[in-house]
């Protein structure tokens, strides 16, 4: 497994500003996944990042809404841009590894808080 | 579009008190089914991965099985330490996402 850190783990921003959330992992990794987890809701899958490339987005995400950039194989971020209060959610990285026994097993940083004014 | 169903939405048991979870699935080909266990205000926490069906796993007082269909969470003599939200997910052949369940609210009470 990986050791996932993030930056900010919580904060509380007012609307129309910018977060940009940083993720940490303590090896490298090909694959990087942004989810968000609005209250009480299950995890949904914000976009793929793979270093090198440009991120993929899911449905009903955007890129100028939620840019991503992954300049390396243990780091990336996700900006929340132009805020609301609908933006208040738990926002999560996580990495996707493989070993002899097992494949495509996914772990998780902690998590930030985004509270939006 | 894979499609994960969990039930109950929450689950209250006494101490030592055994029960299942349950995570109902549709995939075009499944590659995994992952369980994972979240306590509030945290990220998941991973806890085991089927591949196949009539595959099992366990680890501690969890035992988790798959069918074609479904898996099931058990769990056995539960403690309140188990107290958790468990999530299942699954990803599908040829595939990097992963679809979330929205969960099981266990409480297991002294």
């Known amino acids: 497994s990986a050791v996932i850190s993030q930056k900010p783990s919580r904060d509380i921003c007012q609307r129309g500003t910018s977060l940009t959330i940083q993720c940490q992992v303590d090896?490298?990794?090909?694959?990087m996944f942004w989810y968000r987890q609005q209250p009480g809701q299950s995890l949904t899958l914000i976009a793929t990042a793979n270093q090198g490339s440009e991120a993929t987005y899911e449905s009903g995400f955007v890129i100028d809404k939620f840019p991503i950039s992954r300049p390396n194989l243990t780091f990336s971020t996700l900006t929340v841009s132009n805020m609301s209060p609908e933006d208040s959610s738990i926002y999560l990285c996580s990495v996707e590894y493989s070993t002899e026994i097992s494949y495509n097993e996914q772990f998780f940083g902690p998590g930030t808080r985004l509270t939006v004014l | 579009e894979d499609q994960v169903t969990q039930s109950p939405e929450a689950l209250r048991l006494q101490e030592g008190e055994s029960s299942s979870l349950n995570c109902s699935y549709t995939v075009s080909g499944l590659r995994g089914l992952f369980w994972y266990r979240q306590d509030p205000g945290k990220g998941p926490e991973f806890l085991f991965t089927?591949?196949?069906a009539g595959e099992e796993k366990e680890k501690e007082r969890l035992k988790a099985t798959l069918t074609k269909k479904e898996s099931f969470l058990h769990i056995t003599a539960p403690k309140p330490e188990d107290s958790a939200t468990y999530l299942c997910?699954?990803?599908?052949?040829?595939?990097?996402?992963?679809?979330f369940g929205t969960g099981t609210k266990l409480q297991v009470i002294p």
């Open positions: 997910a699954v990803q599908s052949g040829g595939y990097q996402k992963v679809t």
């Open positions: 090896s490298q990794v090909t694959m």
């Open positions: 089927l591949y196949s």
